[in-house]
Each structure stands twice: as structure tokens, then as C-alpha cells.
């Protein structure tokens, strides 16, 4: 596993991890358990499916939890508000063209971004330590970069160290 490896041979700290079911969460967190990580999951917000629904039963969030990780759900940055008024206006904004030039990398890609900057929003990972993030393109997780965070307010600080993993797009 390519995070094992990573934070075997260099100790990186924080591991901020996309999850949707929980599975990639659950899966990290028993690999990782002994290796003393700060563990950040990061899920939908609330009604992302639609109205009223949540990714993460009751259940699998506490088998998380037990796991050591932290988890938080909410809003991602670029598929918020600007979704709504490009559904209702047809327009393009500056949040959608940054989620589609950082999609040209692969969707695992934008969004392990996109979470290193919720978790760093959160205040759940520091700002300036590197990073592992992991994310996927569809389902799992294909994408591991190495990423010095800032928080979403600070985007232009956020820099990608390593690739350390990614599917071919």
C-alpha cells in the first residue's frame, strides 16, 4: 500500500482520506492503525444525493470513530453554491472553472485537494505540514498525493510535493 510505504519510510503525521460509504475509511484505518496518524475522513455535507441523506449511516461513522478517525462532513468547495446558481442561471464562476482545470489531473485529484482544504478549514490537519491526501476516482481510492495544505480562504498557497500514486486519465 502506497500511504504505508510513505509514512513508513518519510513519518508523515496527518492522512486526510475521501470517503463516501466509509469502506476506504475503515480500510485505512485498520492498515494505518498502529502507525500513529492524525486520521481526517471527509464525506458529503448532508442532502448531497438529495434531500435529506447522508453517505455515512450512524453505524459505520462510529466504526470509524472507534478506528481513531476523525471525520467531517460538509459543504465541498467546489460544488456548493455555485452548483445551485449554474442549475438555475446556465452560468460558468470561478469555483467551477477551478473544480474542471484541477479535474484535467483526474477526479481523484481535485478531490484530494478539494478535502485537504476542508479538513485544514476544520482546523482537523495544520496549515503548511505536509500531507498525505487520498481519494478516488469513482469508487476506492486510485489517487495519494502529497500535498502542503492551506486553508480554502489561502488557496493559492496550497501546493501538491509528490505524486505519489494516480490513475491515468
Do not use: C, W
Request: glycine share 10%.
Amino acid at each position: 500500500m502506497v500511504v504505508k510505504e510513505a509514512v513508513k519510510e518519510y513519518g508523515y503525521k496527518h492522512l486526510v482520506l475521501a470517503t463516501t460509504t466509509g469502506g476506504t475509511a475503515m480500510a485505512m484505518g485498520v492498515a494505518l492503525r498502529e502507525a500513529g496518524l492524525n486520521m481526517v475522513a471527509v464525506t458529503h455535507s448532508a442532502g448531497f444525493k438529495g434531500p435529506n441523506t447522508r453517505d455515512l449511516d450512524h453505524e459505520t461513522r462510529e466504526k470509524i470513530a472507534s478506528l481513531g478517525i476523525k471525520i467531517f462532513t460538509g459543504p465541498m468547495l467546489t460544488h456548493s453554491l455555485e452548483t445551485s446558481l449554474n442549475q438555475k442561471f446556465n452560468g460558468i464562476y470561478p469555483t467551477m472553472i477551478i473544480a474542471q482545470s484541477l479535474k484535467r489531473f483526474g477526479e481523484g485529484s481535485k478531490v484530494a485537494l478539494e478535502i485537504v482544504m476542508m479538513a485544514a478549514d476544520a482546523g482537523l490537519i495544520p496549515e503548511g505540514e505536509e500531507v498525505l491526501a487520498v481519494a478516488g476516482t469513482a469508487h476506492g481510492a486510485d489517487t495519494v498525493l502529497l500535498v502542503r495544505p492551506a486553508v480554502s480562504k489561502r488557496f493559492l498557497e496550497l501546493r501538491v510535493l509528490e505524486v505519489l500514486a494516480k490513475p491515468r486519465v
